[in-house]
Nanobody, 112 residues
Framework: VQLVESGGGMVQPGGSLRLSCAAS????????TAWVRQAPGKGPEWVST????????YYADSVKGRFTISRDNAKNTLYLQMNGLKPEDTAVYYC??????WGQGTQVTVSS
């Protein structure tokens, strides 16, 4: 299985970005998926999880109300809609499938 993230970039505070994570292979719909981020000089931080069926989601307190995780099992794709971005959201964002497979990461920078 390969996971490829996209959608990162630089945005001003208060802006929005939508991250995507495209998965190759059949297992995508069978596994829970998550977003994890790592800011410069810090350890990994779990951001959000969506269950395999897509109906149940979880968020870190730091992003609750601003980020929305979703998935399209027909397209083998995971999404993270990020609104109200803050400088502290600056990090490399990684997608994870089943706590087994990881993407290469996409950089998100929030700065004025």
């Amino acid at each position: 299985v390969q996971l490829v993230e996209s959608g990162g970039g630089m945005v001003q505070p208060g802006g929005s970005l939508r991250l995507s994570c495209a998965a190759s292979g059949d297992p995508f719909s069978m596994y829970d998926t998550a977003w994890v981020r790592q800011a410069p000089g810090k350890g990994p931080e779990w951001v959000s999880t969506i269950k395999a069926g897509g109906g149940i989601t979880y968020y870190a307190d730091s992003v609750k109300g601003r980020f929305t995780i979703s998935r399209d099992n027909a397209k083998n794709t995971l999404y993270l809609q990020m609104n109200g971005l803050k400088p502290e959201d600056t990090a490399v964002y990684y997608c994870n499938l089943g706590n087994i497979w990881w993407g290469q990461g996409t950089q998100v920078t929030v700065s004025s």
